[in-house]
């Protein structure tokens, strides 16, 4: 079958590989996705800070998966458990498990099954939760939440029961006596599907998640997640409650019938019958459906031109595309393309959109996408433009939308997360809603040859061409620092405590429109001490 996601997307969890198809099975991590192909291979995708993405190379034979906080599991049909990322202590069991019937991940500990109903536990052991009661056996079921584990077994008395152990802060470890079909464990509270059909849950109650719907019934899978649960039913049908963060528990519509439904994080993955899937990005960026973007102009009577693509996520051919706009400034944005009107399941193509006015001010309009995606047509996409910003305004109104010193554009913010204020990403050019690279590279030889790939974060440099003397220390800037309000000062130091400002002129290695590669000489300082280090003092005026 192929897939579908749909929740919070700051990091791809929701951005299915263009073509995926012939899924069995899907599992879902805080911030990553994990699909099991018929052919037992596995394929990722999402956040892989901790390397969750990252399949190992070769690895076929899989009949489960299962994924954590920032880990991943598969098991093979041998019997063998394969694990990558990390929980925080140890990914693969020691001594190494074999026998293993089915498999769990939790936060950061993970769960084995084995033939004869014996549960192993590893990772970090918060509150005893990697650790079976002694003497558990004749376990059926396994599942993990945030701080516990839960099993469904038979008890010494012939009862069928299900019960937890590690930590209990919301009542999560409370045993029931009933007859269980399926387990599921969100982060404090837990799905129990009977054999009639039927859900009960227990545990945290703070938004809902373990208060079933009436009259829900004919149910055949369930899914837990960050403070939300999920079912799906018989008919193909799915019902999901709780926290709606980020539109998490909103199925989205057209999406026919299910095969299956997945709760992670803050997103939820379903497996669904064929079908294009239409999708619009802008660099390396996501347009949402419903989203913005903003254009920004130096001063009055210039342009703004952006490239779009239109790529076809899903496993049929995307047909109809056409594009029309709307709006009491429509006339200040002109588009061109797309080139063709069908794509092929992978495909993409490009279309631009051009703001333009002669007056200064704001304009809006919307921009609508059409094709027979069944869920996403029309796709719309809500056109901002301004003129007569800074440089600085200009790049806010394209990373956010205003070109206001406020919210998510302040100076002092750090959207991403990676300690490298917007001001900052500015003067470096970097992505400030998301962890990546400058565009900039100096193909020029490095010692042991290869590429130097300018992060924008000040570097060095150990040789230049021609020169395997120099010591040269290396930055992005941008071309129009002075009118963007911008000092990039250049130090270095023997010793990290005595730092001397480096007058020399740098040297321009690459360049593109905005930004440039600057590479300056560190000479010998002050007293016959070699520069061991180099860091670059950037202001911008208030």
């Known amino acids: ?282 660099g390396i960026n996501r347009v949402e459906d419903g989203g913005s973007v903003g254009f920004g102009v130096s001063g009055t009577g210039g342009s703004d031109v952006r490239t779009f693509a239109i790529l076809n996520r899903g ?41 333009s006015t002669a007056a200064a001010g704001n304009r809006h309009a919307a921009l609508h996408l059409a094709s027979n995606d069944p869920d996403e047509s029309s796709y719309d996409i809500a056109l901002n433009g301004s003129t007569g910003l800074t440089p600085l305004e200009v790049w806010r109104q394209t990373w956010f939308g205003s070109p206001s010193n406020a919210d998510l554009g302040w100076n002092e913010n750090d959207p991403d997360g990676d300690l490298t204020a917007n001001f900052l990403e500015f003067a470096f050019g970097t992505n400030p809603i998301v962890h990546t690279a400058a565009a900039l590279r100096y193909a020029g030889a490095l010692t042991g040859g290869g590429t130097l790939v300018a992060t924008g974060n000040p570097t060095i440099l150990y040789q230049k061409p021609g020169d395997a003397t120099e010591v040269r220390g290396a930055w992005v800037r941008r071309k129009d620092a002075a009118a963007s309000g911008l000092t990039y000062t250049p130090q270095a130091s023997a010793d990290l405590t005595s730092w001397i400002t480096v007058t020399s002129a740098p040297a321009v290695l690459a360049s593109d429109a905005d930004y440039e590669l600057a590479a300056i000489p560190l000479a010998v300082l002050p007293g016959g001490k070699v520069p061991r280090f180099f860091r670059l003092d950037v202001t911008i005026a208030p």
């Open 1 to 282: 079958m192929a897939v579908a996601c749909w929740g919070w997307n700051a990091i791809g969890q929701t951005d299915v590989p263009p073509g995926l198809g012939d899924v069995v099975a899907l599992a879902a991590g805080y911030n990553h996705s994990l699909a099991l192909r018929s052919n037992g291979t596995v394929v990722a995708w999402g956040e892989n800070s901790y390397g969750q993405t990252s399949v190992p190379p070769g690895l076929t034979g899989v009949k489960a998966i299962a994924a954590g906080q920032y880990h991943s599991l598969a098991l093979k049909t041998d019997g063998t458990l394969v694990g990558w990322g990390t929980d925080g202590y140890q990914i693969n069991p020691t001594p190494v498990l074999s026998g293993i019937k089915a498999i769990a991940a939790g936060s950061f500990h993970s769960l084995a099954l084995t033939h004869d109903g014996r549960v192993s536990g590893w990772g970090l052991d918060l509150n005893g939760r990697t650790q079976a009661p002694a003497g558990m056996t004749g376990v059926g079921l396994i599942a993990a939440g945030f701080e516990h584990s839960l099993v469904s077994l038979t008890d010494e008395f012939g009862r069928p029961e299900v019960l937890g152990f590690g930590g209990n802060t919301q009542g999560q470890l409370e045993a029931r006596f009933v007859t269980a079909a399926a387990i599921a464990c969100g982060d404090y509270h837990n799905l129990v599907l009977q054999s009639d059909g039927t859900v009960i849950a227990w545990g945290s109650n703070q938004f809902g998640q373990s208060t079933v719907p009436a009259g829900l019934g004919g149910v055949t899978a369930i899914t837990a997640g960050v403070g939300y649960s999920g079912a799906l039913k018989s008919d193909g049908s799915a019902s999901l409650w709780g926290l709606n963060f980020f539109g998490k528990t909103t199925l989205p519509t057209g999406l026919g019938l299910l095969g299956g439904i997945t709760a992670g994080g803050n997103h939820a993955l379903a497996l669904v019958s064929p079908m294009p899937d239409v999708a619009v990005t802008y």
């Open 315 to 355: 496993t049929l051919p995307l047909s109809g595309l056409a594009l029309t706009k709307n709006g009491v400034d429509a006339a200040a944005f002109t588009f061109t393309g797309p080139a063709t009107t069908t794509l092929a399941p992978g495909a993409s193509t490009a279309f631009t959109v051009t703001f």
